[in-house]
């Protein structure tokens, strides 16, 4: 049934609006370093006041370093729906941005600074997850399936890069659990706070 609209709403002219949201877990001794980097995006996405060139650039830093640090994926994620109607677009990237920032420990502010007073040797952690979501014009069947096989998901972070240089987004957003280097995030918390995530 929902292919028959999809035709019909294709045939009227009408545009086709994908949000999605990817999660991707990855555990070592190496992934505090990505954190960095996440954060760095986020000072330079508000500095640049959302302008969406700006935002892709960062998504597009972001995916690459997760493809360079593949071998430390764990689990993943991903979920979306279909728009023919801007506006309805715009509210589900409002719904997931706030159920994202309500997850554990990733509603830090990225330009807020670890304090004087912390020790100067801070725990690190050995979990990361990233949440991206993005909305975006047309069809990406890359995006538009199931991601938790470790193919499927370089595949889609490609095509988010792609969307990225093809000017068809229209709304990026990450959150990453720890936000900051000085926070940890342990597998209990992980099991509690991101239940969809399937091992890859």
């Not at 960095?36 to 060139?53: S, Y």
Request: one cysteine or more; hydrophobic letters at 40%.
């Amino acid at each position: 049934m929902s292919n028959m609209r999809d035709r019909m709403n294709k045939m009227m002219g009408r545009t086709r609006f994908v949000v999605c949201r990817i999660f991707i877990h990855l555990a070592g001794d190496e992934v505090a370093p990505l954190i960095g980097v996440l954060n760095q995006v986020g000072r330079d996405a508000i500095d640049a006041e959302g302008e969406i060139d700006v935002l892709g650039e960062g998504l597009e830093e972001i995916c690459l370093g997760l493809l360079r640090n593949d071998i430390y994926w764990r689990s993943a994620a991903n979920e979306g729906n279909v728009f023919w109607d801007e506006g309805e677009a715009g509210d589900e990237v409002n719904y997931l941005f706030t159920d994202s920032a309500q997850r554990y420990k990733s509603d830090s502010d990225p330009g807020e600074q670890v304090g004087q007073t912390e020790p100067l040797s801070i725990p690190v952690t050995r979990n990361l997850i990233v949440m991206i979501t993005v909305a975006f014009e047309g069809e990406v069947p890359q995006l538009e399936t199931d991601l938790a096989e470790i193919n499927a998901l370089k595949a889609g972070l490609k095509a988010l890069i792609n969307l990225h240089h093809q000017r068809t987004l229209r709304a990026i957003q990450v959150h990453w659990s720890p936000a900051r280097l000085s926070d940890e995030l342990t597998d209990d918390q992980i099991l509690e706070n991101y239940p969809e995530l399937i091992p890859l």
